[in-house]
């Protein structure tokens, strides 16, 4: 009888299986224990978190690590992989001929047309025309409405006013003749004077029809078909939103600028295409489909792309021993994507959405050091420790024990790198795939479209639930159930949409509703996990058909998250597939899978 | 000066409550009113015989039908901003005359407004109860700043007198 132990160490944690081993063969398990890796996978560094690993498994074992006879080492896949964003379009404005927001509390309401003119001149000016007064920081709200009250008394012609501090409703309180205020322009000291200009506030609940429409911005200044064509992006700028401000200046326009964004070459066995980024992802994974199966993915050198290619090889290469050159980027998974973005000129600090590409690349290489690791990992706990088996092969053995299955059998390795499936057919023989993106391309796709620019909030985001903060004791889940307390809660939480994190609610800055960032977070799941599953599983697939795959099991780090198994199983009904979490050994869950299969490997091969 | 008994219908209007014990400047309930009114809540004063900003608050939020209430006390020269549902505890902020300047009124008034729309709150810095605490026993730059200034300017006019 002897003890043996299963370490698998992966991108993001190391687990380990404790087993007992009998004299012909027979396994009972006894333990099993999860750490976060320390280091990059196959480094020696690895070590320590190894070590911390097994002490844990045999804490409640009561023996001592000096009484395993073996530890198991996976053959780790050398597979790493990198994420990064590439914007193809931004929004930029020459001279200032717009203003779109959204302040809090704007003042009055409807449309009103005239001549640009600062509070000071405004006097100065002829009664006979229509004026849209500009009211700088130093004016409070008391001498402005003051000074356009006894303006109008005297004959002048108020329409509008664009004021820099959060004033309007005040304003427009005070104004015997009530106009459309817009409120919160950042920098009013760039509205240009003496030119048109409409400004437009709706009602509570509702967004601007006018400003936000080519046509009536096109009646509104008298403009001819070409020049209406060019205030599309104003109007489209406008749409949505509650106040806004359009300004004709002679050389005012507004353009959508395509940035270039570097190519990509992909080189298949037989064929080789060449790919613009900024034709989008559908492009991309188009001719990623029409070249396959792939050898390298080069980028062109000088773009950001460029930079994340060179980054993900550099990162192999350091890590196998390699000329960078040999490195070759094998997968690639491209996503179109919405980014938020300053729009360039604005004054208001308005944001447009821009398009943009996300690109997640893998690297695989012939193998990752794990022989030396084994031999440290020795020297320090003096047990013997041999690598014990391919990480894929190891994986399915494990996911085998999940009670309910047999071959063919799949598995979904969902991690934070790469997307990996592994088929095992009848005959025991066992095919293996490594695709580009998975949990943090969907971490870089929700930073990415919510504009937080916070990646750590971002994963956040991705692991757990919202809430919306309703009063000071209750706040209503995003499935729409309440949750009351009896002491009230941190009023830096109030009126917020908060994330339900491990360590209590994080409040999210963002005015966007609930629902919206509920649907950015589970758009980014589904095109970066059932894209990849449905890829995946047809490379491993016999014939490329999924329908012959009776069995998948999901494993893997985002096999837990709350949300994506759903979402696989669902996208995979259609196949007649029975897709679930594995549960490896009937209790560690979709964990545990390649340190379970290594044990049994070993015993297999005691017992032959 | 004596609650005015105003009829029961009156009372029940919907509005934020301020309740001011003598003497109350009208620098000190102006701003408040201002916040109050650009998020488009409405609000009352009614000056009362006195007590602590934080009781008149309270009380201020018990009489409200939006169940929000401000207290200012004259005296001492604090405000508090108070919700009916906090009874129990204390007040949701409060400061006092080293705070009383009109941004911070402002925004008071517009935190009263959207407590009661339910929209999230706005904050300068320290200004939540608890950590308020902390930071008035240890004086910020800003404040050791004035101070210095102060003290400066009490020199200067003592050396100009002798």
């Known amino acids: 009888m002897a003890y043996i132990a299963g370490v698998d160490v992966g991108n993001n944690s190391t687990e380990v299986a404790i087993a007992q081993l009998g004299q012909r063969g027979e396994i009972r398990f006894l333990s099993s224990a999860l750490v976060w890796t320390v280091g990059i996978k196959g480094t020696i560094q690895n070590a320590m978190g190894i070590i911390d690993a097994l002490d844990m498994g045999l804490e409640s074992l009561e023996i001592e690590r000096h009484d395993l006879s073996t530890v198991l080492l996976n053959e780790a896949t050398p597979v790493i992989g990198d994420v990064a964003m590439e914007t193809i379009t931004e929004t930029v404005i020459t001279e200032s001929a717009m203003i779109g927001h959204n302040p809090s509390t704007p003042g009055g309401q409807g449309l009103g047309v005239g001549t640009t003119v600062t509070l000071a001149d405004l006097e100065e000016g002829s009664t006979d025309q229509p004026w849209i007064v500009i009211i700088p920081a130093t004016v409070d709200f008391q001498e402005a409405a003051s000074r356009m009250n006894r303006a109008t008394s005297a004959g002048f012609d108020i329409a509008g006013a664009i004021v820099r501090k959060d004033d309007a409703v005040l304003i427009n309180n005070r104004l015997h003749r009530p106009i459309p205020i817009v409120d919160e322009v950042a920098h009013v000291e760039r509205v240009p004077v003496g030119m048109i200009a409409a400004v437009e506030v709706a009602g509570p609940g509702k967004t601007i029809e006018k400003l936000s429409n080519p046509y009536d911005i096109a009646t509104l200044f008298g403009l001819d078909p070409e020049e209406t064509r060019k205030v599309v992006p104003i109007a489209r700028a406008l749409m949505g939103t509650r106040s806004g401000v359009v300004i004709k200046t002679p050389r005012g326009d507004i353009q959508e600028r395509r940035i270039p964004a570097g190519k990509i070459t992909l080189v298949g066995q037989e064929r080789k295409a060449q790919v613009q980024v900024q034709e989008g992802a559908d492009a991309i994974m188009q001719h990623l489909d029409h070249v396959c199966p792939l050898v390298e993915i080069q980028a062109e050198p000088g773009t950001n792309v460029g930079g994340m290619f060179e980054q993900v090889r550099q990162v192999m290469a350091d890590l196998t021993d390699q000329p960078v050159g040999a490195v070759r980027v094998q997968d690639v998974l491209a996503v179109d994507t919405l980014k938020p973005q300053m729009v360039l000129g604005a004054l208001a600090g308005e944001y447009a959405l821009g398009n943009a590409v996300g690109l997640a690349a893998m690297v695989e290489t012939h193998k990752l050091p794990m022989q030396r690791l084994a031999r440290k990992l020795e020297e320090e706990i003096m047990v013997r420790t041999v690598v014990g088996g391919v990480e894929a092969d190891m994986a399915i053995h494990g996911a085998l024990t999940t009670p309910g299955t047999r071959p063919p059998l799949a598995i979904l390795d969902l991690g934070g790198g790469s997307t990996d499936a592994s088929l095992i057919d009848e005959a025991g023989v066992i095919r293996s795939v490594h695709l580009a993106g998975a949990g943090d391309m969907v971490t870089l796709l929700i930073d990415t479209e919510l504009g937080l620019e916070d990646r750590e909030l971002a994963e956040n985001i991705k692991c757990f639930p919202l809430a919306k903060v309703e009063t000071l004791f209750h706040q209503r889940h995003e499935d729409g159930s309440v949750q009351f307390f009896h002491e009230p809660l941190d009023p830096r939480l109030f009126g917020r949409v908060v994330v339900l994190a491990e360590n209590g609610p994080i409040p999210l800055e963002t005015r966007e509703p609930l629902a919206k960032i509920v649907a950015v977070r589970q758009e980014a799941k589904k095109k970066v996990f059932v894209l990849n599953a449905i890829r995946a599983l047809e490379r491993v697939a016999p014939a490329s058909n999924i329908r012959l795959i009776s069995f998948v099991a999901l494993v893997g780090g985002s096999a837990l998250d709350f949300e994506i198994p759903q979402m696989i199983a669902d996208a995979l009904v259609e196949y007649g597939v029975v897709t679930g979490r594995a549960n490896v050994r009937g209790v560690e869950g979709p964990r545990n899978a390649v340190a379970t299969g290594l044990v049994l490997a070993y015993a297999e091969k005691q017992k032959g | ?162």
């Open chain 2, 1 to 162: 000066m004596a609650d005015a008994k105003s009829s029961i219908s009156d009372e029940m209007k919907p509005r934020v409550w301020i309740l001011g014990g003598p003497p109350v400047q009208e620098e000190v309930i102006a701003p408040i009113f201002w916040g109050l009114e650009e998020e488009g809540i409405p609000a009352e004063f009614r000056e009362v015989v006195g007590g602590s900003a934080e009781s008149l608050a309270r009380q201020a939020a018990g009489r409200s039908s939006l169940n929000v209430g401000l207290g200012i006390d004259g005296t001492e020269q604090r405000v508090a901003l108070h919700h009916r549902d906090l009874q129990a505890g204390g007040p949701l902020f409060s400061f006092g005359p080293d705070k009383l300047q009109p941004v911070r009124l402002r925004q008071l008034g517009r935190n009263a407004a959207r407590l009661v729309k339910g929209d999230p709150l706005v904050f300068q810095n320290e200004d939540v109860v608890g950590t308020e605490v902390q930071h008035t026993s240890e004086p910020s730059h800003h404040q050791v700043d004035e101070l210095q200034a102060l003290i400066v300017r009490i020199v200067t006019e003592l050396l100009q007198k002798e």
